[in-house]
């Protein structure tokens, strides 16, 4: 430890005294979150590693000590909870401070310390320490302590391990707008998720613009994507719908005529424009006969009830429900006959068209799909190839469509068809940056 560290014992003296059992716990815990909010600021991230360690696991890792660690004797009274929320929120304001400033890695240190086999073994002539033990046990066995190593996991190695790996920033939003969770996880989660999306569309872009083009090595450019090369024709298929059949342009159009509506009208006018121009007209008339079913006897109650901004939104949230998860819990019943016959691209355009008219339900839709990959995730890979399928879809779809790029067709070959459903290899996907019209 350097000479200008600081350390809790030094900070926060009675922490360490006799009188510390009768301590409010509560303000126990702010002094300690305290003092991890001012040393993350202050110390190298190897010196907080330290810190918490001390605070947290000295003591306990060693089996010929009889030391309980400073910060159990606050919590000694069968008050277990309340150490693991402690213990949960210093872990969240370290992770959300290397967060912001790029120091991730370590985040992996601050997981690895409760890698310790001595924390497992119990020492009979303790008891006390066996009981702190147990504690750190429970934690390390708890969705809290799954969560926190959500933040570890490095970009490069996500697409490793289990096969929800891939799908970590939809998870980190699920966290992000759980309102059990600190502010500081909430934040972290957020600035993750981000991070995460925004390094996906990147890396999207560069490797459309790359393998389009004759001078760039093969060995230059990563798909993003477990879809294989095939995801070019993918790519050029979403972007296919511009000008004025556009998916913005007829999402606009709805919005404005569906002003002033009851919600009997507004729910017939919605499934009318999701289930327009879609493709399989057979599949359509059977998916839109259970939607039109579906959402008919939601809020029926209010039929007669002008549409407003509120009720828009509720509508569309209902609509991303009825599409993906009503429950939480277990998929819909039109999720599954969409997926089940391999209709992903089909699902994830009427979810896209559900976003374009009502912006503010992307959240929603996000912590929906965060339900469905943890129904999913406890069957193998080889069992929810169709829902990896429909996810590498949804994050390709979701990224073109993204607020601050535009993807656009644009014909290469003259002596192609000016239509480019005839023949889309003739044609090249190009990506800018959105200007700003506003500013």
Known sequence: MTANSLSISQEYPHLVTSQSRQLNVQIAQEEVYSFFVEIVKKLSPDDVLREFKALFIDGLDSQDSH?????????????????????????????????????????????????????????????????????????????????I?????????????????RYTSYLLIDQSVNENNSRDQQEAARKLSRQMKDKFKFELAMYIARSQSTFSSTTRYTNPSILGDNVLHLIKTIVLKKGVFSHENIANIFVKQTQ???????????????????????????????????????????????????????????????????????????????LAPGHSLTLVIILLKTILICRNSRRHLEIRIAHLIRYYEKYPQDECKWLINFMEIF???????????????????????????????GYRVFSQMKVDRQK
């Open 149 to 165: 190593k959500l933040f570890a996991a490095k970009y490069e190695e996500l697409s490793k391990g289990h096969w929800a790996n």
């Open 67 to 147: 030391f309980i660690p400073v910060i159990y004797s606050i919590f000694l009274n069968d008050n277990e909870q309340e150490f693991c929320n402690t213990l949960k929120r210093c872990s969240y304001i370290i992770i959300n401070n290397w967060t912001t400033n790029r120091k991730e890695k370590y985040i992996q240190e601050l997981v690895n310390l409760f890698a310790n086999a001595n924390l497992k073994v119990k020492n009979n002539n303790f008891p006390a320490i066996n009981n702190c033990k147990s504690w750190l046990e429970n934690f390390i066995n708890s969705k809290d302590y799954q969560e």
């Open 395 to 425: 994050n390709i779809t979701f990224a073109i469509y993204a607020e601050n790029v535009e993807y656009n067709l644009i014909k290469v070959e003259e002596n192609q068809s000016s239509n480019p459903q005839l023949n889309l290899d």
């Open 260 to 338: 002033e509506q009851t919600l009997e009208q507004f729910k017939l006018s919605i499934e009318k424009y999701l289930f327009f121009s879609v493709d399989n007209q057979k599949l359509v008339e059977s998916l839109r006969r259970k939607f039109a079913d579906n959402l008919s006897l939601w809020k029926k109650d209010c039929s007669q009830e002008i549409i407003t901004k509120e009720l828009f939104l509720r509508t569309c949230n209902r609509v991303i429900d009825s599409l993906t998860t009503e429950n939480g819990k277990e998929p819909s019943s039109l999720f599954i006959l969409l």
